[in-house]
């Protein structure tokens, strides 16, 4: 194939560049990228795969853009808030470049589809924000031979890496063992900066770039720890095994994250009574750590937080207003450490009517507005 005009006008400034060429952009046209989830991650890496031309852009994922999103997850817009993710990161890349094909997919990257999403694709991108989309992907990735670029967000550090099976190191090779359930805080728990963020995103961009037109080293072999405060990246590297790759190939790895997902989705909600409002006259416990509550707090709650929880106290006054029927709600973030305490809570017998507020302070607040 040969550039047109249009393409040429419009991807001048990098088929310029030496070692790039009409070669190279012609490659990227040709590709599929996949990218599971479109939010932080995922924003930025989409936006500049679609500006440097990759002919089919797939993304999937099955949440709402909420406006707790939009500090970070820049490809939504304030007029998206309550539409599905992949609906407005399409309307944005149809915007930003009517030329790529974008194939928007409302749901989760699964056993039973993945066969068939990663079909044709050339290269994925893993913006999954859960352990074990993770395993998933990587167990998908590795089975269909498709390199597979990887990165992870916590508070102001990030991590970055690409796997693929035969070639190099696979995520399990550094993640050989999917943690306990619960012992991964989320983004809504320990925060995170927009910044940050859009930084790895757009190297994971850059990786997917690489790998499709050939150009540079992909990042094998080795994980990069992006420090934002410092405004550094260290590398370490990763060795990979043939016992991991069957291991990951056979879905040895994958049915435990799968089986850890599980236990923590029914650790968290089957015996816990959830809330979407706090019901009048309740006893309101804020659960998080003394310093979050500083940025932000639920007029009358009570701080009390998970660990003194953990370690056997009760919250003051909780007792008392069971006794007496008054709704007590417990909250956190986003709602998993407050879960958390009412089921420990209730483990010691307190019963009533005892709530976790679903969505936590974040989904209080934007009901505020």
């Known amino acids: 194939m040969s550039l047109t005009n249009q393409q040429l006008a419009r991807y001048v400034r990098q088929v310029s560049l030496a070692g790039f060429g009409g070669a190279a952009q012609e490659k990227l046209l040709r590709a599929h990228v996949l990218v599971v989830g479109a939010g932080g991650l995922g924003s930025p890496a989409l936006l500049y795969l679609a500006g440097a031309g990759v002919g089919h852009v797939t993304v999937i994922d099955d949440d709402e853009v909420s406006l707790s999103n939009l500090h970070r997850q820049v490809i939504h817009s304030t007029a998206a808030v309550g539409t ?102 989320s983004c809504a728990a320990a925060g995170v900066l927009g910044p940050v963020v859009g930084t790895v995103g757009s190297a994971m961009a850059m990786e997917a770039i690489k790998l499709v037109t050939g150009i540079g080293t992909p990042l094998m072999g080795r994980v990069g720890y992006f420090s934002a405060l410092d405004g550094t990246w260290e590398y370490l590297p990763v060795v990979a095994h043939a016992e991991t790759a069957r291991r990951v190939t056979e879905g040895v790895v994958l049915a435990r994250a799968v089986r850890n ?49 953990e370690d056997g106290g009760t919250p003051p006054g909780v007792e008392q207003a069971l006794d007496r029927d008054q ?15 009412v089921q420990i809570l209730q483990e010691r017998g307190l019963d009533g009517p005892l709530y976790s507020l679903r969505g936590g302070i974040n989904a209080w607040l934007e009901d505020q507005l």
């Open 261 to 309: 997902a599980e236990l923590e989705e029914t650790t968290m909600h089957d015996d816990v009574k959830e809330v979407d409002s706090i019901p009048d006259g309740a006893l309101i416990i804020d659960v998080r750590d003394p310093e979050e509550v500083v940025e932000a707090a639920i007029p009358g709650s009570v701080n009390f937080p998970l660990a003194d929880i």
């Open 84 to 185: 599905p993710k992949v609906d407005s990161a399409r309307a944005a890349l149809d915007a930003l470049n009517p030329e790529v094909e974008v194939t928007a997919i409302n749901g989760r990257l699964t056993r039973d589809n993945a066969r068939a999403l990663l079909a044709g694709v050339d290269v994925v991108l893993d913006g999954s924000d859960n352990l074990a989309t993770r395993y998933l992907t990587s167990w998908a990735c590795a089975r269909a031979g498709i390199p597979h670029v990887w990165a992870s967000i916590l508070g102001f550090d990030a991590q970055l890496s690409v796997f693929w099976a035969g070639h190099g190191p696979l995520f399990e090779d550094v993640f050989p063992t999917p943690p306990a359930p619960g012992t991964v805080p």
């Open 327 to 341: 709704p007590v709600v417990l909250h956190c973030a986003g709602g998993k450490r407050s879960a958390q305490a």
